[in-house]
């Protein structure tokens, strides 16, 4: 495990490194391919004054076909988003799981295959330089740990950073996000990014992915 000074994610739900149960994917075995998203402006609708209860989630049209159709054709779901208002002292991590618990029914209502795997956040303000933040990588290198480590029944043991050697090939995975900030973490990674249009989110480069 690194040290407590790179601020490692948080996990929606659970502890960072409890083993994570997998539901199918519709359509078979895994061949490794994660999409990592983002979560304003690429699932719901983004604020400038943060998404702060359930009830401001406002899901962007046609965002759960998109889910479900990329857990279709193989992707497991990975959302890394910034949650600075923890750190920043307005809410705490609960507040933000009850978000994400109405984010998932309402993804599920509208289609039973737009099942979110895995939801990573960083609750750390900026100056804090976090590893976790994006731009940097530490949800992404924590999201496919834990994904590949639930995948081959294996423990959970997580290495950031340039403590993390032999890593896996990111060549048919995916980050989505609608700002520069996330277009630098999945550099910052090594996976390809996409850039959506925060209005439309998600859909906008469905089929960039999925190459329909
Ligand atoms: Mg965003």
Request: net charge negative; aromatic share 8%; charged share 25%.
């Amino acid at each position: 495990m690194a040290c407590d000074c790179m601020h490692i994610p948080h996990r929606y739900d659970d502890s960072l490194s409890t083993p994570l149960d997998l539901l199918p994917l519709p359509n078979g075995s895994w061949g490794g391919k994660i999409a990592y998203l983002d979560r304003d402006g690429v699932l719901n609708k983004g604020s400038e004054n943060y998404i702060n209860n359930p009830d401001e989630l406002v899901i962007l049209p046609g965002v759960p076909d998109s889910i479900a159709a990329l857990r279709e054709s193989g992707f497991r779901i990975c959302v890394v988003t910034n949650q600075s208002p923890i750190g920043r002292g307005l809410w705490t991590s609960e507040n933000l799981d009850s978000i994400h618990e109405k984010m998932r029914m309402l993804l599920l209502e509208e289609n039973s295959n737009a099942h979110l795997d895995l939801i990573l956040y960083s609750p750390y303000p900026p100056w804090y330089g976090a590893w976790a933040r994006k731009p940097n990588p530490g949800m992404l290198e924590a999201g496919r740990q834990i994904i590949t480590a639930a995948e081959n029944n294996d423990e959970i043991n997580l290495k950031f950073g340039p403590e993390w050697i032999n890593r896996p090939d990111e060549s048919s995975s995916v980050m989505v996000g609608d700002r520069g900030v996330d277009m630098d973490a999945a550099f910052n990674f090594g996976v390809r990014g996409l850039q959506c249009d925060p209005e439309k989110g998600l859909p906008d480069v469905i089929s960039m992915i999925l190459g329909d």
